[in-house]
Nanobody, 129 residues
Framework: VQLQASGGGKAQPGESLRLSCSAAGFALASYAVGWFRQASGTERQWVSCIMRDDSTTYYQDSVKGRFTISRDNDKNTVYLQMNSLKPEDTAVYYC???????????????????????WGKGTLVTVSS
């Protein structure tokens, strides 16, 4: 079982990046997937999550209208399209998968999987001019 987050990098304010969360060893279609971020000196918090398909998605207010989460179950991948990036989006971004029927995706206390192997290693996003 492995999740891999990728696509981070440097961007200027207003630019875009797309993050990918790819799964190996299990079918991501049976899982809710969340993107989390942790800025330096802060706790990790969820940014967005997606249930079975693109019709059920959730976002933190800070990214609504700028970020879009989507999934391609055939490719076993979930994406986070980040547009109009701001310096405050700078953080390490992580993805996590937890079973659809017990996931708290979208709830205030959503914290992703309790299993380390259902977390991807972080990818750093730096937004700076």
């Amino acid at each position: 079982v492995q999740l891999q987050a990728s696509g981070g990098g440097k961007a200027q304010p207003g630019e875009s990046l797309r993050l990918s969360c790819s799964a190996a060893g299990f079918a991501l279609a049976s899982y809710a997937v969340g993107w989390f971020r942790q800025a330096s000196g802060t706790e990790r918090q969820w940014v967005s999550c997606i249930m079975r398909d693109d019709s059920t998605t959730y976002y933190q207010d800070s990214v609504k209208g700028r970020f879009t989460i989507s999934r391609d179950n055939d490719k076993n991948t979930v994406y986070l399209q980040m547009n109009s990036l701001k310096p405050e989006d700078t953080a390490v971004y992580y993805c996590s998968a937890d079973y659809l029927y017990t996931s708290r995706c979208g709830s205030r206390d959503y914290s992703g999987s309790t299993r380390d192997d259902y977390w991807g290693k972080g990818t750093l996003v730096t937004v700076s001019s």
